[in-house]
């Protein structure tokens, strides 16, 4: 027997149906940098990062950026605020904070109990170039960097820095000069 009930919910079922046909594409995430439409409070010269989205960018000029993809903190360690880049370094040393060591002692056992760095390589963590990152003169640990694991970028997998592919850091470590402000939000 029909009811009203059922007929109340197959017309509100079918009412969805055409809007679900023309709905649009989700659009696949592309770390591939591309230039783009950026908001007009946003300063030329200035890096925004925006986690959720996992997009990295760099304003060229008022209402313009190149956007390239990122990899940001897991939950809990990712870095949020507003900081300027006081040092650059192309093929950085690294080691992992005291912080880092403690929450994966496994991972970082060669670390404990030492000052072992490991160089700069194609083996090292920070990938080809790091864009270190300070607020008040004062490092916060955190950095923009490339990395060698390139499968985490669109992710939420760093211990709180953001990574981008080796040439795309390479790219925009050749655009941002010391003191570029950067806000993550």
Known sequence: MFTR???LATSATASLLPSLAYAKKVQEYDPTPQ???IKKQFQPGQLLVVPRSFYLYFV?????AIRYG???GKAGLEFTGTATIDVKKEWPTWRPTNEMIEREPITYARFKDNDYVQPGGGDNPLGARALYLFQNGVDTYFRIH???QPQTIGRAASNGCIRMLNEHVIDLYQRVPIGTVVSVV
């Open 5 to 7: 009930r059922a007929f």
């Open 35 to 37: 230039f783009v439409r």
């Open 60 to 64: 060229t000029e008022p209402r313009k």
């Open 70 to 72: 990122c990899g940001v």
């Open 146 to 148: 490339g990395t060698t």
